[in-house]
């Protein structure tokens, strides 16, 4: 059995690191078939950011990839997957540990906390709790509380080191004393990410966890947690960061850009799936990377690289083109149709012309204002020798690309014209545009109707 989560924070939108690690948690749920499960775990204990809308953003745009859960939001359970509503069990989690003394009340103010941390950054130390608290008696922890202070709880960690095998990156090891005492519980009673987190995957049974690798601090301090509670270990992953162009952390200011915003400007989810599946996998030969419903298949943690990858908007753009020449100009015909009806009234016609295109033209959205000239005849000059275009074309009966072919290079050898006198007018005339698809394409979609209409003088 293999359980694996996604446990994005409700803070923001989904970015292109956040959807790579719930691709890559899918796929390992998914490799195992039906012993495996993929769960999405609201992590929201960051009150004041959370947001409703960007839980519900966060959903649509994992709906939208096709990362389909089988436990969290919209499915059924007997559990919640808010952490906000999962007080309950943490509140159980952190009596337990005070019972056996493994955390400790800090009364430290934040005062206090930001010039420690002043200090250990000016002598080149790790920031770190020094332990203060955890030296107070019992009498001082009863009188303070009795005036009306309230403390945080932190973990008393062990003096001992900390050490975990890491799937992606070998064995990670933290020497005793470099992580302080952290916090658990907060002093108006809520508890932190890292005990939650804790909690939640040991009583979801999650048996892996894959994440990006600016976690494996966390994961030292959470395998800690899990020690004192008594409960075993998950398999940790943690899959290297994706970068900008100029190798910095993706920001808004280099090139952290919202799943959200590649949908708006016609990416295909399955674009965005092989591009995402790229990002420190190493695919075996043949990987079915445009077809999800195949892909787990292929994929194995082991293939995973350990160096950090370059977000290129190049490379999605090839994986963009390659998606859509998959769907083929029959199916994009009909998704045109779908969003404009007017566009073709036989979407047939329409698939090789979209097809000449793609390469040109690889987003939906460009494709329909490209084709616009089909329903909405630009504004430009007939030349005197279209009318007799448009009645040798109407007698045609064949309409075939391959057919029309012939036929103009016939009308044009007849009147005595030269390609550029003849072909670039009529491109023009029939498209509003200098260069474009071979014009045997663009009649054969206009149809005979509309095309001897236009060359006429109709609409």
Not at 168 to 175: A, I, K, L, Y
Not at 243 to 268: A, W
Not at 311 to 324: F, I, K, N, S, T
């Amino acid at each position: 059995m293999i359980r694996t989560r996604f446990a994005p924070s409700p803070t923001g939108e989904l970015h292109i690191g956040g959807a790579r690690t719930a691709l890559f948690n899918f796929l390992c749920a998914r490799s195992a078939g039906e012993e495996g499960r993929f769960i999405l775990r609201i992590d929201d204990t960051d009150a004041e950011r959370s947001r409703p809308e960007f839980e519900a953003a966060l959903i649509d745009d994992l709906r939208w990839l096709g990362l389909d859960w089988d436990e969290g939001p919209g499915v059924p359970s007997n559990t919640s997957c808010r952490q906000s509503e999962r007080g309950a069990l943490y509140r159980r989690g952190m009596d337990r540990l005070r019972a056996i003394g493994a955390v400790y009340p800090c009364f430290c103010s934040e005062e206090r906390l930001s010039a420690l941390r002043r200090d250990q950054l000016a002598r080149g130390e790790p920031p770190r709790y020094d332990g203060r608290c955890r030296r107070l008696t019992p009498e001082e922890v009863a009188r303070r509380v009795a005036g009306g202070e309230r403390p945080c709880w932190r973990l008393a960690l062990p003096d001992q080191n900390l050490a975990f095998d890491d799937l992606v990156r070998g064995r990670q090891s933290f020497p005793a004393g470099s992580i302080g005492d952290f916090v658990l519980e907060r002093n108006d009673g809520t508890v932190t990410y890292l005990f939650a987190s804790a909690v939640d995957d040991h009583l979801m049974g999650i048996t892996h966890v894959i994440r990006g690798d600016e976690h494996v601090p966390n994961t030292a301090r959470q395998l800690a947690i899990l020690d004192r509670m008594g409960w075993p270990h998950p398999a940790f992953a943690h899959i290297p960061m994706v970068l900008s162009p100029d190798r910095q952390k993706l920001s808004k200011r280099t090139g952290s850009t919202p799943i959200r915003e590649y949908r708006e400007r016609g990416f295909l989810p399955e674009a965005l799936i092989a591009y995402l599946a790229t990002l420190s996998w190493t695919p075996p030969e043949g990987a079915p990377l445009l077809d999800l419903s195949r892909l787990p298949a292929s994929f194995s943690l082991s293939a995973i690289v350990r160096s950090s990858p370059v977000h290129d908007e190049g490379h999605l753009l090839y994986w963009q083109r390659r998606a859509m020449e998959r769907r083929g100009g029959a199916r994009l015909a009909l998704d045109l149709a779908a969003a404009t009806p007017t566009l073709c009234p036989c979407a047939d016609r329409l698939a090789p012309l979209i097809e000449d295109m793609l390469e040109e033209t690889p987003f939906l959205p460009d494709l329909r204002d490209a084709l616009a000239f089909l329903t909405q005849p630009p504004e430009g000059e007939r030349s005197p020798w279209m009318p007799a275009l448009a009645a040798a074309l109407a007698g045609a009966e064949d309409w075939s690309p391959e057919a029309l072919k012939s036929a103009l290079g016939a009308f044009m050898k007849g009147q005595g014209l030269k390609g550029r006198e003849f072909f670039h007018p009529l491109r023009l005339f029939l498209t509003g545009a200098d260069k474009g698809p071979p014009l045997p394409l663009v009649l054969f979609a206009m149809g005979k109707e509309a095309c001897c209409a236009r060359l006429n003088g109709g609409s």
